[in-house]
């Protein structure tokens, strides 16, 4: 893939990565109104991102399965790939001393 269709699928990708941690943060009770920007933050930056690969690749493999397979597909593939892993980190910042404090480093 070009660099400049690599970006263009990462661009559509970022749009649904923060369409999916939007939805992903409302639906979560544990999660102070206070705080909803900054775990969307820390679930849509490049830092996080980068725990997959390059970040613009990681958005261009999103923006590539919701081109080809839609909205639900692209969901799905980032509750199964991402997700897990953003758990396991908000978990570890917990035991850490608190979410905030761990989200400025990401």
Do not use: H
Not at 44 to 73: H, K, M, W
Not at 76 to 87: D, N, Q, T
């Amino acid at each position: 893939m070009e660099e400049q269709e690599k970006r263009t699928k990462a661009w559509v990708g970022d749009a649904v990565l923060a369409l999916f941690a939007r939805e992903w943060i409302l639906r979560q009770t544990d999660i102070p109104l206070g705080e909803r920007a900054t775990i969307f933050k820390a679930m849509t930056c490049n830092q996080f991102l980068s725990s997959f690969g390059q970040p613009t690749q990681v958005e261009a493999d999103i923006g590539i399965v919701y081109e080809r397979e839609g909205l639900e597909a692209a969901f799905a593939y980032m509750e199964e790939r991402l997700l897990p892993v953003f758990k396991k980190q908000r978990r570890n910042a917990r035991q850490q001393g608190g979410w905030r404090k761990r989200a400025s480093r990401l």
